[in-house]
T-cell receptor, first 112, second 111 residues
Framework: GENVEQHPSTLSVQEGDSAVIKCTYSDSASNYFPWYKQELGKRPQLIIDIRSNVGEKKDQRIAVTLNKTAKHFSLHITETQPEDSAVYFCAASTHSGYALNFGKGTSLLVTP | DAGVIQSPRHEVTEMGQEVTLRCKPISGHNSLFWYRQTMMRGLELLIYFNNNVPIDDSGMPEDRFSAKMPNASFSTLKIQPSEPRDSAVYFC?????????FGQGTRLTVV
């Protein structure tokens, strides 16, 4: 099955700096790559996603890049704010409706 | 739509007791997933259904765990008998063609 690796497991940045989280996947058939944010005590919620026919996608301070050849994708958060502090999960899926396989998560701390 | 609805939100039970977790997916979503979240293992996929049919249950840890989806609007995850190591947050999620939406989770504590 699909195996998703995520790094780093923890990340601490100063407010205003950028944060980058990286993931790799094993199944070349995967074609959908979402990122979820989970605040303490809450459910994971989608913040951005990308499909394999696109190399990069941006939404305000958040961007995701995908390298299909290398089978890795990354989340970039610019101008970080304390409210960005949370656990971020990457995931990969082969078909719509099929299971999302998650990475182990990255705990991001943004200090003022 | 109220989103994915899980019940109960919290469950405390004694070791050996049966536990049943419930989930109502978003109407129109044809896939439903059960995940378990712990600090050590992160978000583990236990089982998922497509059009009410179990597709992959390889993540179910033991025979003590079972899941059903009798119709498109309801699923259960049962643990019998429960053990302290089953303590975790159990999430149900549903998906249509793109993103998966999570329920608020059930925090299970087995003492």
């Amino acid at each position: 099955g699909e195996n998703v690796e995520q790094h780093p497991s923890t990340l601490s940045v100063q407010e205003g700096d950028s944060a980058v989280i990286k993931c790799t996947y094993s199944d070349s058939a995967s074609n959908y790559f979402p990122w979820y944010k989970q605040e303490l005590g809450k459910r994971p919620q989608l913040i951005i996603d990308i499909r394999s026919n696109v190399g990069e996608k941006k939404d305000q301070r958040i961007a995701v890049t995908l390298n299909k050849t290398a089978k890795h994708f990354s989340l970039h958060i610019t101008e970080t704010q304390p409210e960005d502090s949370a656990v971020y999960f990457c995931a990969a899926s082969t078909h719509s409706g099929y299971a999302l396989n998650f990475g182990k998560g990255t705990s991001l701390l943004v200090t003022p | 739509d109220a989103g994915v609805i899980q019940s109960p939100r919290h469950e405390v039970t004694e070791m050996g007791q049966e536990v049943t977790l419930r989930c109502k997916p978003i109407s129109g979503h044809n896939s439903l997933f059960w995940y378990r979240q712990t600090m050590m293992r992160g978000l583990e996929l236990l089982i998922y259904f497509n059009n009410n049919v179990p597709i992959d249950d390889s993540g179910m840890p033991e025979d003590r765990f079972s899941a059903k989806m009798p119709n498109a609007s309801f699923s259960t995850l049962k643990i019998q008998p429960s053990e302290p190591r089953d303590s975790a947050v159990y999430f149900c999620a549903s998906r249509g063609t793109t993103e998966a939406f999570f329920g608020q989770g059930t925090r299970l504590t087995v003492v």
